[in-house]
Structures are given as C-alpha cells and as structure tokens.
C-alpha cells in the first residue's frame, strides 16, 4: 500500500503528535465531536467471522475488514496493483518462483481480547503460518485449503497425517513454512508459482491468534462469533442475520492516505477530497442485512443507508444509458461503475453422450448452439443491460484480459442452421432436428430454481426453437446443481466464476483436465490445453504467457466445449455525503479508505 | 380431567413420529446435499467426503434417523451446518422479534374481527352489511406481496409515517417504531378473512331459539348480542384463534424480509436456502408440538367457556 507510516516521521513531529493526543485525550468526551457512521447494507444474509470457513462474500466484506492479509490492493490503481498490507514489503521472489521470503510489520497488535489475557498481543508470522495450517485440519474442512493444496512442502502431509491419526499438529514444522524469525517468513514452494502474492491478499489467508481459535472455537475448531483480527475494525455490535456493527480499531497502525491514481477526472476528485488523512476516517460501519430489493431502494432513496449495492433488478431504478439518471445525479448521488472480475460462460458437457466428445460431428453442434445464442439479448432480458459481451476466458480488470482478442464464435444464426445441416443433423416433418443417425435430439438445460434462472431458460428455448432444437429445463436448487455438475451429469448451463485472485490464472484454471470433478464445468479434458495450461503455471504473468492463454482460447472455441458471454457491472451508489469513492474491483469492501461528510 | 390430558399427550406420540419420519423423508429426498454448497467452489470429492463425515450425512439413514430422534428427545438439536450457531440460540434469539409483530398483530386481529363481526351482525342483510363483505372479498383476494409493497412505499417511504425498515435493541423502540407498520399490514391483510368468518359464526346463533328467547324476556340487543351471543359464538372463535397460534412460532416471514425484522420466519427461509437440516428439523418438530399442545389447549378452554362440554 502506499502510505506512510506516523513511525517514520521525525521525532519532534512524533512528540508533538504524542502532546496533541495527550491533549486530546482529557478534553471532554463531547469536545471529540460526532463520531462517523457509515451505513451500509447486504442483501443476504452473512454466515460466521471465521476466515477459514467462511466462504460467502458478504462475510468476506467483514472479515476482510477485522483481520489483515499479508498483501492487499492499492485502492485506485487500474489495473490492480499488489501492495503490502500487513507485510513490511512485497515479496522477495526467487528466479524459479519457489522460494518466497516475507518480511511483516513490527509492531502491529491484535485487538484485546479476554483471551489474550490481559497483554497486548503482537502479530507474528507464527499466526500466519498457524492459520495457514488450519486450512488443512480436516476437522474444520476448510473450503479454501485449494489456496496451498499441493503447493508448500510439507502442508499436504500434516493434513494427510491427520487423517490417519485423527489429530492436526498444529506444534508440528512444515518444511515449507520456514520461520527464519517472528516477523520473516521463507515459504518453500513445490513448484513454481507467481501468483502466490495474490493468493496472499485473499481473505482466507488471513492471520488468527491461536489463543483466540483455542479460547472461543466449537467442537470443530471454526470461531465463527469473536473475530479477533488486527485489521481497521473490529466487531461492535452482531445480531445474526439482521445487523453488524463495527467499530474502528484503535489499537490498529497509523496510516496516512496517499494513494496516487491514474489521473482520471475520478481518481483527482478522489485524492483531493482524502490525501493526507489517517485511515481509517469512519468511526462506525453500521450494516444491515436487507434481502428484499425495494426495501434496500426505499432504504437509499430515504437517505437511511449510505453506500449501496444497486444489483440486477434494481438497476434501471438508477442507471439510464450506463449513467446515473438525472434526479438522482442532481441530488449529488454518486455512481461507481465498473466491471466486476468475473465471467459468464455457456458450457456444454463434453463427457455426455449427445452434447459431447470431440468428433466433428459433435463440434459442429456445440458450435452452432454456441453462434445461435444472441448474448446481447439475454444480458438485455436476464440482466437488464448490466452486462459487457466479453470474447476471451479472462474477465476485464484481471491480469492477462486481452481486449482486441475476438472469439470465432459470433452470433450468426443463419452460419449455425447450415453448419447443422452439413453435418447431418437433419429436420423432420415436425421442424425438430434429430441426430445423424436419426435418433432424437433433445438437449437439457440447466438452471437454478429461481427468477434469473427461469429467464435464462426461457431465452435458451428462444435460441434452440431457432435451430429446430428440442430443450427442456431442469431447474434445480444450487446444492444439487453443484453435486450434479461436478458429477459430470449437467448436459450445458451458464456457469459463472468470480475471481479468487485478479490474474488468469484463475479463469484458465477452469479448463483444465485434472480440474474435471472440482471447477472444470464442461468436463473438458484437451490434452492440447491441458499441455499449455500447465506450461502457463510455471511463467509469470506477460506476453509469452498470453501467447498460451491465447491458444487455450481458441482450443475452446474450436472444440466448442465452451462460448465466452459476458461479464456483469457492478453499480454502486453513494450519498453525497460520502467521500473519496470508488468501487474496488477486488477488495470487498473499501470502508477504510474513504471518509463520510456528517454536515451532509 | 386428568386422564384425559394423559390420553392425549399419549395420542401425540405417533403423530409426532409421523412427523419426524416425514420431516427426515423429505429432506433427504429433496433437500439436496450441503456438503457442495460449504464445500467450496474448488472442492474436490476428498473433501466432500470430509465435510459430510462432520456432518454426519455420509451414516446410513437408519443413524440419521436415531440421532434426529435422540436429539428430539434431548432438546438438543446441535449448530447450524452453515453458521454454527447453536440451534437453540437461533429460536430462542429469533423468536422475540417475530412475536414482538404476532402477538400484538394476533390480540389486533382478534378485537377487531369479533367487534366488526357483531357489528356487521346487528346490520345483517342490509346495504352496509353487503358493502363490508364485498370490501372483504376484494380485500382477500389482494395479495400480502400488494399490502407490503403499497404500505411500505406509501406510509414509509413518501409520508415517513414509519422507518422503510429495521429494528432496535429495545423492546418498547421495536413495538412502537418498527413494528407498527409490520402490525398494521398484518392486520389489513387478515381482517378481511377473520371478520367473514366471525360474522359467519355470529350470524350461526342469532338465529338460535335461545336469542329469540332472550328477546322475549325484554334483553335489549347489546346484552343479546355481548352477552348471550358472543359465548356461543366463542368456540368456534376460539378453535380458530388457537388453531393460529402454532403459526406464530414460524413467524411471518414476508413481513419480516421486506421491514428487517430478525425473526423466526427469515430464519426458516434462510435455512431451506442454505439446506441448514438441523434448523429445518429443529422448528418443524417444535411447531408440531406446539400445534399438538396448542389443540389440547383449545379443548381444554372449551370446557372453560361452555361448562356443557364434557371432555371423554
């Protein structure tokens, strides 16, 4: 991060702050003036505070708020930019990329806690390296042990020993992790990897003091209710499901906000209205859990909430053209509009005996679904235009998107009607097609039991009726899609993926063979992509890896396991008495790095 | 009296069976398989596998279903799967806001129908009596979405007669601020159906030998109507408020999502969403008792109210 630390200030500036303080401190209460509450809503409920098992994204906003990762995201610059968060430093990487050295902060200090009993505790790298392993206890069946699995040496066998002796040894060293003192870490990688400093910036990485997990953790170690973190904030007030209160954490170092931009028309505005402040401004973030859309519009519009999530339906209440409506913009609302790190892609199993495999006969069919479907008018019906078309598997704002790449899958339903035809998939006296060998062909679609799952459908039936096609929909509820899915037994969908880490990486991972059964969707396994991806792992992001994300792309689309479609914006609204913000397009939340005008 | 009693909380027993047996059928028939969705979006099989040894769901059903039981038996239904928190905790912490709305809403309702209906009854067959059930009929056939939607935007929202939506610490901030408006649509909604209905029992006894009776020896039609018609009419009134009252265990659950009220009924939606078992299972097994505890009382109160009924 780039900010300046008050302890690297000159001496006399340092007392002089310590006098200010101290004077500070024995004025009335009511001299300190009004505290700063932000307030703020989910539209879903929020799980538990424990980072480790904590997998839903509105949990992810406060815990990413109470406990601090080694790395984080510089706040405006585009693309993202890996900064060091609890970390001295960004890391000292070896030339293989398996070795990476990380040096931490001095003097960074937990919140107090009964547990800590009575002292001040400062973080150390054994938290990192404890809570690392606790990913691994097959107790607490973390769903975000992929982060190491198979990449440290050492950690897979703790958890491998666990199983056999039905105890994780927490006491016991992984080679992988090497403690050269309390505030340096060596981690030893088991092949290379350069994306490790982005994993470290996920929230699942971050530090947990083991008295804490030990004093307040349940019968499987998970310490969903007392979140003790050294990050901005801490827990105030939590009514499940209902409210979050956060308080600032006093204890946490002082920063100043200097944040540099890009120099956009947005990022000035930003830096005049924040530089030079200590982070965070906002004393209180008061959240609370909405799941209804018009109470959350309600909410905004009466002015009780003051930064706001304008999801899916919600949108056009807002947004005009891609623009904040004129009566809202005269009231001085502010829009923050990006494009989220995710994607949207249709696939269609390759191990099902009527969509899939790789004889041409088979590609020709998913090829012509793929140019029959027109994905402006679903992002139009589905999403109400909150959507951008994307062509290539790596969503804008993440490392490795390439914006001139054009797919060769364009809508063209005529080109698919006749690539059909070519290959036998002949049309009967009753307009429906059947398959070369003259059996019918009825292809399934799969969606989720719910609103946008059932206008997802209803656009798909549009698209095969086009090319004569049979389609019939199975809704089901997520749990059972997901076991469906990864059983191989989904014959096509719309799947989606947001990102764990902003680099491709994690998009092209999604093709993979040996990810077939984990997030490998369309179940494809192209000896061809799965030879690049892997040659891809060892580089570090630049043009000679895009040249074999390049070729990965145009294998899917030539094999037509799977069609790019889009990616959707985020919009989020601010009152006008909200100060310095913009969306981030990784971090949840970006509490800490605005301010709020209370004369406003 | 006693044995009565006896005899029917022993008649619970296989309708309570029969619950649990078809609670457990249901959900694991339809219910879907949490361990995918805790899993993780880059699970492998190992670590479902894992998640649902912790879960318990990877026993044979036979386990499943004397641990279900065991846990009936002992109050003790465990912690959520999804949140881990502790079953007890999430009814007994939810259950104050959702009656904070359904008790005043329930007293309301009840008032105001039995008023009405004896109201309408003094006017029956007339044009007033005519455009009241009319007005109830076009108002039972609006849905609870439409009264929500309309009351919120309008008494909320543009006349800021009530907070959009939330809720407070305090119990007398909650009644009087947060959940006036929840109370006031409940009882726009409800009153339609419940004052047809006691209208209809009402109108059942006026035309009974004892009211022409009571006529004859000069009462004048207040004490008719207050005294001598209302207790006969109060069984089936009764029937039909006890028969409600289970339902406040399961809260109101759209009127808690749309104004924020932490409730019961939030809570049970959240649970079929996130295939939470333990919560699932843990409110069905204790508003089947209420309901089955709930009719004991009912005819209990019967004898109370009419001494003619002899409980066999």
Known sequence: MRYRYAMNFPRCTQLAIAGLVGVLAILPAGAAGPLKTLRYIFPAAETGFDPAVARDLYTGHVTQAIFETLYSYDYLARPVLLVPHAASGLPEVSNDGKTYTIRLKKGQYFTPDPAFKGKRRELTMADYVYSWKRLFDPKLASPHSWLFEGKVVGLDQLAADAKKTGKFDYDKAVAGLELVDPYTLRIHLTQTDFNLGMILAHEPTVALAREVVEKYGDINGAVHGNPVGTGHYKLGQWVRGNRIVLEKNTEHHAEVWDFKGNGTPDDQRIIAQMKGKTIPQIDRIDIRVMVEDQSRWLSFQSGGVDLFWLDGPLAPKAILNGKLRPELAAKGVQLSRQIDPEITYY??????????????????????????????EEISIVWNGQAQRVDYPIPPGVVGHDPAYRSILQYDPALANKLLDRFGYKKGKDGWRTLPDGKPLVISYTSRNEASGVLMAEVWRKTYNALGIRMEN??????????????????????????????????????????VNQNNAACFADPEVDKLYAQSQKMPAGPERDVLYHRIARRIEVTGAARMAYSRFRNMLAQPAVLGYTKHPILHQEWAYIDIDPSK | MFAYILRRLWQMLPTMAGVVLLVFLLFNWVGGDPAYILAGKMANADEIENIRRQLGTDQPYYVQLWIFIKQIVTFDFGNAWSTGEAVSSIISSRLGPSLTVLIPLTILETFFGIALALAIAFVRGSLTDRGV??????????????????????????????????????????????????????????????????????????????????????????????????????????????????ALLIGAFLLERFFGIPGIGREVILAVERSDFPVIKAITVYVAAATMIFNLLTDLLYQAVDPRVQLK
């Not at chain 2, 207040?222 to 039909?240: C, D, E, G």
């Open chain 1, 347 to 376: 696939y269609w199993n390759m191990q099902d005996p009527v969509v899939g495999g790789f004889s041409k006969e088979k590609i020709a069919l998913r090829r012509a679904i793929a140019m029959a479907h027109n994905v402006d």
């Open chain 1, 474 to 515: 199975k809704r089901m509820i997520f749990s059972d899609l997901l076991q469906a899915e990864k059983l191989c037994k989904v014959q096509s969908r719309n799947y989606q993926w947001m990102a764990d880490y902003p680099d491709g990486d994690n998009f092209m991972q999604l093709h993979y063979g040996p990810n």
């Open chain 2, 133 to 246: 059930m009319i007005a109830c009929t076009v108002g039972m056939s609006i849905s609870i979405l439409v009264y929500i939607i309309v009351f919120q935007y309008f008494f909320a929202y543009k006349m800021g007669l009530f907070p959009v939506q939330g809720w407070g610490d305090g119990f007398a901030e909650n009644l009087l601020r947060y959940a006036t408006l929840p109370i006031l649509i409940g009882l726009a909604v409800s009153i339609a159906p419940t004052l047809r209905l006691y209208r209809s029992f009402v109108l059942d006894e006026v035309n009974q030998d004892y009211v022409r009776t009571a006529r004859a020896k000069g009462l004048g039609e207040r004490r008719i109507m207050w005294v001598h018609v209302l207790r006969n009419a109060a069984i089936p009134i009764i029937t039909h408020v006890m028969a409600n009252l289970p």
